[in-house]
């Protein structure tokens, strides 16, 4: 069954440094999406990404945080100067319609120090 | 903004019929869903129904809506240890582009 991919799944790196977090949607898929769980708190909404461009972000995906969607096949979530409050499971997801079923990967913890 | 609020623990026996439930603020929800998080996995989609039902069966698994009160649930029947996980609501809003609500999640513990 095809499915979501994500890597790494833990990545640990100091504060301040830059992260890129990636993900293989799924292929047929036209429209992705990362989320965030912060532990012991809700997954929550940061951007979704259609047609090479964004279409729509939370109040979360501030200017430190970028997509891209740079060879047609990978999804990347770019943190710039990450803080501690950065630390959490970063969901990727996709789907192939905006209404429907959104598939999620199996996340990829960051831990900033 | 809304919010989606589900009660944080669930345990029942082997055998037994469970029932998630969740509620939610959002009066222009289009998509309704429950995902399913194991230990140290991801989020997979069980189901999910749309606005205009009020009811859609899969196998074990029942989502009931009533949209007058907000209110969705989840019944597994005939719950199996292999069912112990949390359980997500998530909503979607009308002309929302992939932005769902979730709720904190349900632990559902399934004992023998």
């Known amino acids: 069954e095809p499915e979501v991919t994500q890597t790494p799944s833990h990545q640990v790196t100091q504060m301040g440094q830059e992260v890129i977090l990636r993900c293989v949607p799924i292929?047929?898929?036209?429209?992705f999406y990362w989320y965030r769980q912060i532990l012991g708190q809700k997954v929550e909404f940061l951007v979704s990404?259609?047609?090479?461009?964004?279409?729509?972000k939370s109040e979360i995906f501030d200017d430190q945080f970028s997509v891209e969607r740079p060879d047609g096949s990978n999804f990347t979530l770019k943190i710039r100067s990450t803080k501690l409050e950065d630390s959490a499971m970063y969901f990727c997801?996709?789907?192939?319609?905006?209404?429907?079923?959104?598939?999620f990967g199996e996340g990829s913890r960051l831990t900033v120090l | 903004g809304e919010d989606v609020e589900q009660s944080l623990f669930l345990s029942v026996r082997e055998g037994d019929s469970s029932v998630i439930n969740c509620t939610y603020t959002?009066?222009?929800?289009?998509?309704l869903y429950w995902y399913k998080q194991e230990p140290g996995a991801g989020l997979q989609l069980l189901t999910y129904?749309?606005?205009?039902?009020d009811m859609k069966q899969d196998q074990r698994l029942t989502v009931l809506l009533n949209k007058k009160d907000k209110h969705l649930s989840l019944r597994i029947a005939d719950t199996q240890t292999g069912d112990s996980a949390i359980y997500f609501c998530?909503?979607?809003?009308?002309?929302?582009?992939?932005?769902?609500?979730f709720g904190k999640g349900t632990k559902l513990s399934v004992k023998p």
């Open positions: 997801a996709s789907s192939d319609k905006t209404t429907g079923e959104l598939f």
């Open positions: 292929s047929n898929h036209l429209y």
């Open positions: 990404f259609y047609n090479n461009e964004i279409s729509e």
């Open positions: 959002d009066s222009s929800s289009t998509y």
């Open positions: 129904i749309f606005s205009n039902m």
């Open positions: 998530a909503e979607r809003s009308r002309g929302s582009q992939g932005n769902l609500i």
